[in-house]
């Protein structure tokens, strides 16, 4: 006599016999199915200003380095940081930056963690005074407003972790509509660096009784700056 797990045990191996994928059963038909098209520049730029202002990020444009580095200059004045974490200027994406920023006060501060735990809790515990975060982005998603952090030589995982304010500079070409769509262009991004990120907005965090915090497990704000 059977139990009632071994009932249900049975009845879920029995599904997963007869199951197939979508993409296999295509195969199966004879069909093959194609990806959906990629939306317009301009859509895409849209639709992620809209997805990223619904989770409380915010969008600017800029030309260039020195417009972005004053729009950087604007948040960091708004905040009261006058010192940075950053990703390397040819990491981020935006050549010139670094020196863009020098007229607003703003100093890049360096680090490298020690491999002994009790050093390295040093480290970051000085680290943590450091008002605002520059990154660049692998890629942005246009339906979810996320951005894709690939870490690496020169792209620190602290810069978008660690202070309460992070900013990204994306180039627009790096809008792509889904992280489907990514993943479709690039199969072998899982392994382009140590440690791969979807950000999507500041960091948000609930209790028990529902109480929605901003900042306690990542940047209080995010934004992103588009540039062409």
């Known amino acids: 006599m059977t139990s009632a797990r071994e009932r249900i045990l049975a009845s879920i191996r029995d599904g997963l016999l007869r199951s197939g994928l979508p993409q ?9 199915t194609a990806p959906p098209e990629t939306p317009p520049l301009a859509a895409m730029v849209e639709q992620f200003t809209a997805a990223l202002e619904a989770l409380s990020g915010h969008v600017h444009r800029a030309a260039g380095a020195a417009e972005a580095a004053a729009v950087i200059g604007e948040i960091a004045r708004a905040h009261h940081a006058t ?48 008002g605002l975060g520059v990154t660049g982005a692998h890629a942005a998603l246009a339906d979810t407003g996320g951005l894709v952090l690939v870490s690496g030589p020169g792209r620190g995982r602290l810069a978008s972790l660690l202070p309460p304010v992070h900013v990204a500079i994306v180039c627009e070409r790096r809008l792509r509509p889904s992280l ?31 109480t929605l915090s901003h900042g306690v497990h990542g940047p209080k704000h995010v934004h992103v700056i588009l540039t062409p």
């Open 83 to 130: 010192s940075y974490l950053g990703w390397d200027d040819a990491e981020v994406g935006c050549p010139g930056l670094a020196d863009a920023l020098a007229p607003y006060g703003l100093t890049r501060v360096t680090y490298e963690l020690s491999g002994d735990p009790e050093r390295r809790a040093r480290d970051v515990e000085v680290l943590a005074g450091v």
């Open 24 to 32: 296999d059963a295509a195969a199966h038909a004879g069909r093959k």
């Open 180 to 210: 489907a769509a990514l993943v479709r262009e690039e199969p072998g991004l899982l392994d382009a660096g140590s440690n791969l990120v979807v950000v999507a907005g500041p960091s948000r965090t609930a209790d028990i009784e529902m």
